[in-house]
C-alpha cells in the first residue's frame, strides 16, 4: 500500500536532535571551556572494594548495552508473533542504529574515559556517547512504543513515562559516580539514544502520537462513508478464529480503540470455532445489516466470511492473521495487523470477484473460494501438512509435505473453459486461480486478478524431473509460453474432470474428494476494504 510520509511531529523531533547532537559533539571538542568543566565535574573516586562501588558496579552490568538490546530483540520476536511487523522492524532497526552508531562515533571522536574511573568491564573503550545512556534511552522509548501499539492504559503509558525517565537518570548516575563517563558523554548518549530510536520508528512507519495531538489529529482523520440514510453510530461485527489470533487482549483493545475514537458503536464479538469455522458468525453479522465485517484469521477463515459476505454488499475489513495470507498479499492489505485495522476503518471500497464452485454436480454442497482451488498433488500437500510444524517454521511446512508427496500419481484428466474444446491432460498439478501470487510472491499465475471477472487456469503436466525444473523455472520467470506440458486458460466458467478422483483443496484448505469440480466467477461479489 502507499505510504504515508511521516508526521511533521516525528520529523522535527528526529532533526532537532541530530543538530543538537551534532553541536554538542563540536562544542565539547572545540570549546575548551567545556573541556575543563567536564574535567571539574568528574566524581570524586571510589574504593572498588567499598558497597557503594560494588553496587553501581553490579547496576552497570545489569544496565550494559548488551543486556538492553537483548531485551529489545526478544520483545520484537514477541512482536513479530502478535503480527506487529512494523514494531518488530522498529525495535530491530533501533538496535542496529543505536549500538552500531555508538560504536562508529566513538571510533570517530576517540575520547578517552576519565583517568579515575574503576577498572571494570563496562567501562572499557571509549568515552563519547556513553553507550549505557544510547541503549536505554533507546529501550524507553521503544518501550512507550510498544504501549502505545498495543494500546495499553493512559495510566500504563504514564506510569512508564516517569518510570522510564527515572530509569535513564539512574543509569547516567550510575555512569557519572563510576566515574566511567564526563557528564558530555552523557548527554550525548541521551541525545543518540533519541537519534536512534526516532530513525527506528520513522522507518519502520510505526507512529506514536502525544496524546495532546490525537484530538486535533482526528479532525482530519479519513472515515468511511456512513449510509446516507442513518443518522445512528456505524456498527461493525468481529469475526475472529481464537487459535490464530494469539493475543486477544491487544487484538481487542486495538479494535475497541479504532471503534471508539471514530464514534462507532460496541462490535459485535464473533469467534469461531473447530466445528464452524465462520459460517454462523458470518450468517448473524449479515441478518444484523452491520456497516462493517471485520475478519482475523488464517486462508481458510476469511474464505469462510467472504462465501458467507458475497452479495451482501456489506463491506469486509480483512486482518491477515495466519500463515500463507494469499488473499491480503494479493490484494495489498498489510499483514501488520494495527496497519490491516488502520486500512479496514479508512481505505475504500474495492469490489473484488468470489468464485462458486461444485464438486460432483452436488448443488447442495455448492462453496465458494478468493484465491485458488486446485484438484490433486497441491490438495494432498495441503491436507499432509503438519499443524504444529507450520506453526513453527510458517510457509516451510508445505515444502515438507511437498517433498514427501513428490511421488504423486498424474492424474487423466479433462478440461473445458466456457465453451471451448475440451482439453485432455495426463496433469499433476491442476489450480484454478482468482489471484496469482503464492507466498514469497511466487508468480503462479501471474496475470491473474481479483476483479477482473475471469478464472485463471494452470494446468502443469511434466514427464520427469528436467520437465518439473522447466516447468519452475519457467513459473518464477513469468513466462507465458504454453505447451503440453503448461497450459494456461483464461475464462468465467471450468470444469475439471479426473478419472482416477483424488482430493481438493480451496484456499489451502482441502474440503473433500471429487471427480468434478466446476467453478464459475461471480464478479464483483465481495466488497473488500483496500488501501487507497
Not at 182 to 210: M, N, T
Request: charged share 20%; hydrophobic share 50%.
Amino acid at each position: 500500500m502507499a505510504r504515508k510520509p511521516p508526521s511533521l511531529f516525528a520529523v522535527a523531533i528526529t532533526s532537532g536532535a541530530i543538530v543538537i547532537f551534532v553541536a554538542w559533539t563540536l562544542m565539547f571538542l572545540f570549546v575548551p571551556r567545556l573541556e575543563r568543566s567536564d574535567l571539574a565535574d568528574v566524581a570524586a573516586p571510589l574504593d572498588p572494594a567499598s558497597g557503594p562501588a560494588q553496587l553501581a558496579a553490579a547496576f552497570a552490568l545489569l544496565t550494559w548495552p548488551g543486556v538492553v538490546y537483548a531485551g529489545m530483540l526478544g520483545i520484537a520476536l514477541w512482536a513479530i508473533r502478535h503480527r506487529l511487523r512494523n514494531l518488530s522492524a522498529a525495535l530491530v532497526l533501533a538496535v542496529v542504529i543505536g549500538w552500531g552508531g555508538e560504536i562508529g562515533v566513538k571510533l570517530l571522536v576517540r575520547r578517552d574515559r576519565p583517568a579515575q574511573a574503576l577498572d571494570l568491564l563496562t567501562a572499557y573503550g571509549y568515552s563519547y556517547p556513553s553507550g549505557h545512556l544510547v541503549a536505554m534511552v533507546a529501550f524507553v522509548i521503544l518501550m512507550g512504543a510498544t504501549l502505545t501499539v498495543t494500546r495499553q492504559s493512559r495510566q500504563v503509558r504514564l506510569g512508564w513515562a516517569f518510570g522510564g525517565s527515572a530509569i535513564v537518570l539512574a543509569v547516567g548516575f550510575d555512569r557519572w559516580l563510576l566515574s566511567a563517563n564526563y557528564v558530555s558523554d552523557l548527554v550525548g548518549g541521551v541525545l543518540f539514544g533519541v537519534i536512534a530510536a526516532s530513525l527506528a520508528l520513522i522507518a519502520a512507519d510505526v507512529r506514536v502520537i502525544p496524546q495532546f495531538i490525537i484530538s486535533a489529529s482526528s479532525l482530519t482523520r479519513v472515515q468511511p462513508p456512513a449510509p446516507a440514510d442513518s443518522g445512528q453510530p456505524l456498527r461493525c461485527a468481529v469475526i475472529y478464529n481464537p487459535v490464530k489470533v494469539t493475543d486477544w487482549a491487544t487484538f481487542r483493545r486495538h479494535v475497541e480503540y479504532e471503534l471508539r475514537t471514530r464514534g462507532w458503536e460496541r462490535p459485535l464479538w464473533l469467534e469461531t470455532t473447530q466445528d464452524d469455522p465462520g459460517r454462523e458468525m458470518t450468517a448473524r453479522a449479515v441478518a444484523e445489516r452491520v456497516d462493517l465485517v471485520l475478519a482475523a484469521g488464517g486462508d481458510g477463515t476469511i474464505r469462510v466470511v467472504c462465501s458467507g459476505l458475497a452479495d451482501s454488499g456489506i463491506p469486509f475489513g480483512l486482518i491477515p492473521a495466519g500463515t500463507g495470507n494469499l488473499l491480503a498479499k494479493n490484494v495489498g492489505i498489510p499483514l501488520d495487523e494495527r496497519e490491516a485495522l488502520r486500512v479496514a476503518f479508512e481505505g475504500v471500497d474495492r469490489p473484488i470477484d468470489v468464485v462458486r464452485i461444485v464438486a460432483d454436480d452436488n448443488e447442495d454442497q455448492a462453496d465458494h473460494f478468493m484465491v485458488m482451488a486446485g484438484i490433486g498433488i497441491d490438495a494432498v500437500i495441503m491436507q499432509s501438512t503438519n499443524t504444529e510444524l507450520k506453526r513453527a517454521v510458517g510457509s516451510a511446512a508445505y515444502f515438507v509435505a511437498a517433498a514427501r508427496n513428490a511421488n504423486h500419481p498424474a492424474l487423466h484428466t479433462t478440461i473445458q473453459v466456457d465453451d471451448q474444446p475440451v482439453i485432455r491432460r495426463r496433469a499433476h498439478v491442476l489450480v484454478i486461480g482468482n489471484v496469482g501470487f503464492l507466498q514469497a510472491n511466487i508468480p503462479l499465475i501471474p496475470d491473474a486478478k481479483p476483479d477482473d471477472g475471469l478464472l485463471d487456469v494452470l494446468v502443469a503436466s511434466p514427464r520427469g524431473l528436467l520437465d518439473w525444473l522447466r516447468l519452475i523455472a519457467r513459473v518464477l520467470t513469468r513466462q507465458r509460453r504454453t505447451d503440453n506440458q503448461l497450459d494456461r486458460l483464461t475464462g468465467r466458467k471450468v470444469t475439471i474432470r479426473v478419472q482416477e478422483g483424488d482430493q481438493y483443496q480451496l484456499d489451502g484448505d482441502t474440503v473433500g474428494h471429487a471427480h468434478k469440480l466446476t467453478a464459475e466467477v461471480l464478479p464483483g461479489g465481495l466488497i473488500i476494504r483496500s488501501p487507497r
